[in-house]
């Protein structure tokens, strides 16, 4: 992708399910889970780069000894200086004699996580996993989650409601808070039942964790989250679980034997880390829990009842996971594959003087399905060829037409990060132009198109300042753009930063549009509309920004973008080209999560933020 995103952060699970001298004699090390754990974050490094952070919970430490460790750094290098930290205390523990049951890191239950903030909130205090601490066993609880809600203020509201005072009003405290308060509760009506029928002591406190209900907990407490998420946590008594929200929106996997439970947002680490076929590794669905108790008993259980329309995430197809995934690696060659007359089509269907390339790096996987769709576009030309040379054709006029074929160059190299004290914009911008470079000579100037492929376009900055700047110097007949993914026109609010309106290229063609008609009354009807929303309550709320596209086609906004990215100094013609909501849907038929496309938000609370960002743009740039 041209332009980074931030977008969701990856969750990690291993809970053993043996002691830890089973994996000794078997593996040759304490380490097992934690080995496991390293493999799981550093294979999903794609899905968070701004920190990361892991905890491990002892089940078998005696009363005075530590039981929950924690570590978090901050920066793309933070899961190394975890594990590094990690590493240097069991080295410790080491050479202080400690036996494997008592050295640090060395547990039962794992939970990791790697950070992208998507709401602007920055520092320590809001890596995952975060820890609510107790002397109760039980009444701890380590949480990380990929999540983001649409309702904090109302689940601040609903805290805060119950007593609690909350220091911080991120949704992930709150919830931290809520889940913490509600794990209170429970552990004292048991405490109170259990005393009742004449339990104490130590026969009182292992009662209460045999018949701790987190299944319970978590389904209560997750009927107020409005918004994408799979939570992670565990207690300090060792029960673990994963949630899914009920609308699918964000992913996660899993995998259980009679060794280990493993858990990932992507299917693809678990198999590179456990050795496994695809089929091995089970999605967990949308509103699934999976739970596990301190005895190592594994259940998954529907939690949520699914939304009756689901939407799981296409940018995750598209973008966000790894191409790994076997599924999802089909799924984006298909997305380029399907481009390919509508790329024909700007070239005047000039296949022999077109040449084939990508935006590095992760638009290749489309790519090599753009390139397979040419080549049977090509076939079939050869075919009706040789069909037209008749009955006895010469050999040589077949190996002519056999010789043609798709031309394909590495047209665009990413050279460098832009990383400068150079502040002054036009300096600044220079340099920026030259993040991308190009491979000299591959083309036939003034005689070839060149049809580059990104997955998407969101800003267009890169693009415009870099990119098609830099491949004009190639002088090519034509240059084509091609975003394997449809317009990028609203706003996400389930995970991914981009919660404004004016980071879209898409609306700011729609709104030029409509100055250059003469239609800016209707930027000031869509903002009252708006207002007019607020005042609903939230599940009665629709998406008003819907009307600044209604009076354009696809294609009308296109030429805009088009016409919008094209530098001013650019003498080659540009063109865009953009997959269709419908193209979208063909290549990942089981994700179709396309909100940020099509305005369609899965929950309530999407159609509420979408307006208000609507409202905030109006104040800002229109009144």
């Known amino acids: 992708m041209s332009e980074a995103l931030k977008h969701e952060c990856g969750i990690a699970l ?11 004699e078997k593996y040759g090390t304490p380490l ?177 964790e045999d018949e701790l209900n987190i299944q319970k907990i978590m389904r209560e407490a997750s009927s107020l989250w409005d918004g994408g998420f799979v939570i992670e946590g565990a207690t300090g008594t060792g029960d673990c679980f994963v949630l899914r929200d009920k609308w699918g929106i964000r992913s996660a996997f899993y995998y259980i034997d009679d060794e ?46 699914p939304a009756e329309k689901l939407a799981p995430c296409s940018f995750e197809r598209i973008y966000f996971s790894r191409g790994s995934d076997s599924d999802i690696y089909r799924e984006r060659k298909m997305l380029g594959r399907l481009l390919c007359d509508k790329i024909l ?44 040379l008749g009955a006895n054709p010469q050999a040589e006029q077949i190996e002519r037409i056999l010789d043609r074929s798709v031309r394909t160059e590495k047209l665009a190299i990413k050279d460098i990060k832009l990383r400068t004290f150079i502040t002054e914009g036009a300096s600044r911008n220079d340099l920026a132009a030259h993040v991308y470079d190009i491979t000299y000579d591959t083309i036939t100037p003034e005689v070839d198109s060149i049809a580059v492929i990104d997955d998407s376009i ?58 250059e008609r003469g239609m800016e009354q209707l930027l000031h009807d869509t903002y009252h509309k708006c207002l007019e929303q607020a005042k609903l309550p939230v599940n009665e709320m629709v998406n008003c920004v819907k009307d600044i596209y209604a009076p354009f086609t696809d294609d009308e906004i296109t030429a805009q973008i088009t016409k919008m990215l094209t530098p001013e100094d650019c003498t080659v013609p540009v063109s865009i080209v953009y997959q269709s909501i419908e193209g979208l ?11 940020y496309f099509s305005g369609d938000y899965p929950t309530a609370g999407g159609n509420r933020l979408v307006n208000e960002a609507y409202v905030a743009y109006y104040n800002q740039y229109v009144k």
């Open 260 to 305: 280990v439970v493993i858990v990932a947002s992507e299917r693809p680490v678990i198999q590179t880390a456990m050795n496994l076929t695809t089929d091995q590794v089970k999605e967990l669905k949308a509103g699934e829990g999976l739970f596990i108790k301190r005895d190592g008993t594994v259940s998954v259980e529907q939690i949520l009842e």
């Open 32 to 208: 097992y889970g934690m080995n496991k754990l390293y493999l799981l974050m550093e294979k999903q490094h794609n899905r968070g780069q701004e920190g990361a952070g892991l905890a491990c919970i002892k089940l078998a430490a005696q009363a005075g000894n530590e039981y929950i460790f924690r570590e978090r750094a901050l920066g793309s290098g933070a899961i190394g200086e975890c594990f590094a930290s990690a590493n240097k205390a069991i080295a410790e523990g080491r050479a202080a004699g400690l036996s494997d049951e008592d050295m640090p890191y060395v547990g039962e239950c794992y939970v990791g996580h790697l950070r992208y903030s998507t709401g602007g909130r920055n520092g320590m205090s809001y890596v995952h996993p975060f820890l609510r601490r107790n002397n109760w066993r039980s009444r701890n609880i380590v949480l990380a989650g990929n999540f983001s809600l649409t309702n904090a203020e109302e689940l601040m509201a609903h805290v805060v409601k119950q007593g609690q005072h909350p220091r911080q009003d991120a949704d992930m405290f709150l919830m931290l808070e809520q889940l913490g308060y509600m794990l209170d509760e429970q552990v004292e009506e048991l405490q109170h039942r259990f005393m009742s029928e004449g339990y104490t002591g130590l026969e009182l406190i292992d009662k209460i």
């Open 14 to 24: 291993v809970r053993l399910r043996k002691p830890i001298s089973y994996y000794t």
């Open 458 to 515: 969101v800003r267009g900055t890169t693009l415009k300042q870099s990119i098609v700047k830099i491949l004009s110097r190639l002088n090519p007949k034509k240059i084509v753009i091609v975003s394997s993914s449809p317009q990028v026109r609203y706003p996400d609010y389930y995970g991914i930063d981009m919660s404004r309106m004016s980071e879209f290229i898409a609306f700011h063609a729609a709104v030029a549009l409509l100055r």
């Open 345 to 388: 089509s700007e070239v005047d269907y000039d296949i022999d003087h077109l040449v084939l390339s990508f935006i590095p790096n992760t638009a290749e996987v489309a790519y090599y399905g753009m390139v397979e769709g040419m080549n049977n576009y090509m076939n079939r030309q050869k075919v009706e060829q040789i069909e037209a």
């Open 585 to 595: 849907h063909e290549a990942c038929p089981n994700n179709k999560g396309d909100w």
